[in-house]
């Protein structure tokens, strides 16, 4: 299995975490007290579940729907467990992104202006990722862990204070990034295959705001529905255009770079005690530092046009030598 590999969801576990990120929204919503703040909140969730659920169709239409009632969640999350007894790295990778999980980002242009104002209530939020670590057999000290690592990651990385981070999740980055990546960009890397135009990009937005990558219909191997946890950094070097999106927004390499020390600290190295897989991944690291750097004198050979790009695929660059510099220091200190 290769390094990539190792941050995909398949289709049900894609669902479950899915399914889970709405489980929490609806939490938010019913203890909503304002009317009108209230009816915002249920019209994003009704977009962004479209969006999901286009991500797990793909061509297909609405065969695959999130779960909505609590009973069958806990169901799932048993089947979940269950059937990761061997390997457990898909329910961190689960439990990782609904704990980042930030709602009511912009999931189209034209409500972007309206929903960037909803708050959500982070106690409700908190409760509910404390009880679904339960369920998915995962000690709740992981949660704080995740968070300190995350936080204190961004702030390394980014070299800004903490003014930036809104909620554990550091919401003020992913209203950066779904806002600031060009549409047809969204639309052509993070929806599945066969949607175009509007549904495309709101399917893309979908994805990436959940925390994921839409990879089937990529010719990836595994069955993988999506990758997250930071996995799309190595995407460059599996012949997709994940790479690409470093060259768009580098707040995405912040974010990505940021879980990436999170997996490797909390997950393969304090969980899992995975030495070789954590020097695999500090090796396609260097992989894509190298990949990356290729391409940006690839675009300095034509300046004045790439002028955009060679300015985020620089500072993503720059972002993902000092994860690497902390990923090795993570390995040093463990062993």
Same mark, same amino acid.
């Given at each position: 299995?290769?390094?990539?590999?190792?941050?995909?969801?398949?289709?049900?576990?894609?669902?479950?975490?899915?399914?889970?990120?709405?489980?929490?929204?609806?939490?938010?919503?019913?203890?909503?007290?304002?009317?009108?703040?209230?009816?915002?909140?249920?019209?994003?969730?009704?977009?962004?579940?479209?969006?999901?659920?286009?991500?797990?169709?793909?061509?297909?239409?609405?065969?695959?729907?999130?779960?909505?009632?609590?009973?069958?969640?806990?169901?799932?999350?048993?089947?979940?467990?269950?059937?990761?007894?061997?390997?457990?790295?898909?329910?961190?990778?689960?439990?990782?992104?609904?704990?980042?999980?930030?709602?009511?980002?912009?999931?189209?242009?034209?409500?972007?202006?309206?929903?960037?104002?909803?708050?959500?209530?982070?106690?409700?939020?908190?409760?509910?990722?404390?009880?679904?670590?339960?369920?998915?057999?995962?000690?709740?000290?992981?949660?704080?862990?995740?968070?300190?690592?995350?936080?204190?990651?961004?702030?390394?990385?980014?070299?800004?204070?903490?003014?930036?981070?809104?909620?554990?999740?550091?919401?003020?980055?992913?209203?950066?990034?779904?806002?600031?990546?060009?549409?047809?960009?969204? %639309?052509?890397? @993070?929806?599945?295959? =066969?949607? *175009? +135009?509007?549904?495309?990009?709101?399917? $893309?937005?979908?994805? !990436?705001? #959940?925390? %994921?990558?839409? @990879?089937?219909?990529? =010719?990836? *191997? +595994?069955?993988?529905?999506?990758?997250? $946890?930071?996995?799309? !950094?190595? #995407?460059?070097?599996?012949?997709?255009?994940?790479? =690409?999106?470093?060259?768009?927004?580098?707040?995405?390499?912040?974010?990505?770079?940021?879980?990436?020390?999170?997996?490797?600290?909390?997950?393969?190295?304090?969980?899992?005690?995975?030495?070789?897989?954590?020097?695999?991944?500090?090796?396609?690291?260097?992989?894509?530092?190298?990949?990356?750097?290729?391409?940006?004198?690839?675009?300095?050979?034509?300046?004045?046009?790439?002028?955009?790009?060679?300015?985020?695929?620089?500072?993503?660059?720059?972002?993902?030598?000092?994860?690497?510099?902390?990923?090795?220091?993570?390995?040093?200190?463990?062993?």
């Amino acid at each position: 299995m290769s390094v990539l590999e190792k941050f995909g969801l398949d289709k049900r576990q894609t669902r479950l975490l899915f399914s889970l990120q709405r489980s929490l929204v609806m939490s938010d919503i019913e203890f909503e007290k304002n009317n009108t703040i209230k009816e915002k909140k249920e019209e994003w969730l009704q977009s962004w579940v479209k969006g999901v659920e286009d991500v797990l169709n793909g061509e297909e239409y609405h065969e695959w729907t999130l779960v909505e009632e609590e009973k069958q969640l806990i169901e799932e999350c048993e089947i979940a467990v269950k059937n990761c007894e061997n390997l457990r790295t898909p329910l961190y990778l689960i439990l990782l992104e609904l704990n980042l999980f930030v709602p009511y980002f912009p999931v189209d242009e034209i409500k972007f202006k309206t929903h960037e104002r909803v708050k959500y209530d982070k106690k409700i939020l908190n409760y509910n990722v404390v009880r679904y670590a339960r369920l998915l057999d995962i000690d709740e000290e992981f949660i704080e862990n995740t968070n300190k690592t995350f936080k204190k990651s961004v702030r390394s990385i980014s070299k800004v204070g903490t003014k930036m981070l809104a909620g554990a999740g550091g919401g003020a980055l992913l209203i950066a990034l779904t806002a600031g990546l060009a549409t047809p960009f969204i %639309a052509g890397l @993070a929806a599945p295959a =066969g949607l *175009a +135009g509007a549904a495309a990009t709101n399917a $893309g937005l979908a994805a !990436i705001g #959940g925390g %994921a990558v839409a @990879a089937g219909g990529m =010719g990836m *191997a +595994g069955g993988m529905t999506v990758i997250v $946890g930071g996995g799309s !950094i190595f #995407g460059s070097l599996s012949g997709m255009a994940l790479g =690409g999106m470093l060259k768009d927004s580098s707040s995405l390499a912040l974010r990505e770079g940021a879980k990436l020390e999170v997996i490797m600290k909390e997950i393969i190295l304090s969980e899992q005690h995975d030495v070789r897989f954590a020097q695999e991944m500090i090796g396609e690291q260097k992989k894509v530092i190298k990949k990356l750097n290729e391409e940006l004198t690839d675009l300095e050979m034509n300046e004045k046009e790439n002028k955009k790009q060679i300015k985020n695929l620089s500072k993503s660059i720059q972002y993902l030598k000092t994860t690497l510099k902390r990923s090795e220091h993570n390995l040093d200190e463990f062993v």
